[in-house]
């Protein structure tokens, strides 16, 4: 990071309506989400919708998520909102579930990358619904971190990654999830999941059972995490199905991250569960990084549940692609 766009070091706060005020004029503000930290602008103004590109270097064709604090307010952004996708609010809002709906002709191309659908999200976070009602805008937000890198679950992630790029930090607690949402397209005949997340297609398919996923090129581009590079940290990624697969002699400079015991590891984290292993995974990617780690062995796991979601970030951070 060479340089600082703002020219000045980031606001670190817990106060809501600065934080708020200033998006209002314009701002960039990362506040806290259940999923991961997002970095937050005025979903209706273009220019700081395209600051938020700048600011993490993501390119253009990477549609944003805006998030609302009331699930009326989805009918403010798309329009042609099918039946089944009410119902999906209905079970699912507030939570980590993004919809993909027709958009309404206000909603700007720099928010959409230029698509004929927005993202909407209502989170389950107290403070991110507080923060966004105390706006009164409708926020537009990725995950709070330069393009490519390990989504951040702290502030102080957010931190590292922005300072100087960003005009506040508005603090909060790791976020109790540690992946990003689930996005399902809700703009043809059926449900279809563009990313995997903390919902899975079983809970989708219990309230909508026609629900399933897509693997249509044209179709995944409509959600931000299927097309670029993502979630990489400094160290490279292995996966290994378990840590008896680790090679000998390279326990002293990795790490390991899994489900399993039995590795040997200078840095070590044996998760009790996949959602426990998911919730700690891209902090981990991070300490890691900031102990000098060379290699992180992760354990894979069958993809059902959020281990469809946990496999797909780890596949992502594990390719050069």
């Known amino acids: 990071m060479s340089q600082h766009p703002i020219g000045r070091q980031t606001v670190v706060t817990d106060n809501i309506a600065f934080a708020a005020a200033e998006l209002r004029l314009g701002k960039l503000i990362a506040f806290p989400t259940e999923t991961v930290f997002g970095l937050g ?17 993501r390119p253009s064709n990477n549609p944003l998520i805006v998030h609302i604090s009331s699930v009326e307010h989805i009918d403010d952004l798309a329009k042609n909102i099918p039946a089944y996708a009410r119902e999906l609010c209905a079970a699912f809002f507030p939570g980590p579930l993004t919809l993909v709906l027709p958009k ?29 009602a105390e706006s009164n805008r409708f926020i537009a937000a990725p995950s709070a971190n330069r393009s490519g890198r390990p989504s951040p679950t702290t502030w102080e992630a957010v931190f590292s990654d922005l300072n100087g790029f960003i005009d506040i930090i508005l603090k909060g607690d790791q976020s109790r999830v540690g992946l990003e949402s689930t996005v399902v397209d809700c703009s043809a005949s059926h449900p279809v999941v563009l990313r995997p997340g903390s919902i899975s297609l079983e809970d989708l398919q219990l309230v909508v059972p026609s629900s399933a996923y897509s693997t249509e090129a044209a179709l995944l581009a409509r959600s931000p995490g299927t097309r670029h ?17 680790i090679p000998i002699g390279e326990s002293e400079t990795a790490a390991f991250i899994g489900i399993s015991a039995g590795a040997t590891t200078e840095l070590t984290l044996v998760a009790g569960s996949v959602s426990e ?10 300490t890691c990084e900031n102990r000098g780690v060379k290699t992180i062995y992760c354990e894979t796991i069958p993809k059902n549940g959020i281990g469809w979601a946990l496999m797909d970030r780890l596949e992502r951070a594990a390719s050069d692609t």
């Open 229 to 245: 590079k993502h979630y990489q940290p400094e160290a490279q990624v292995r996966l290994v199905g378990h840590p008896s697969e």
């Open 277 to 286: 292993y998911a919730h700690h995974l891209f902090s981990f990617f991070r």
């Open 41 to 57: 602008a005025d979903a209706l103004n273009p220019t700081a919708v395209q600051s938020i590109f700048s600011a993490k270097g």
């Open 104 to 132: 309404r002709d206000h909603i700007p191309d720099a928010t959409t990358a230029g698509l004929d659908t927005v993202a909407v999200r209502m989170p389950d976070h107290e403070i991110a619904r507080s923060f966004i």
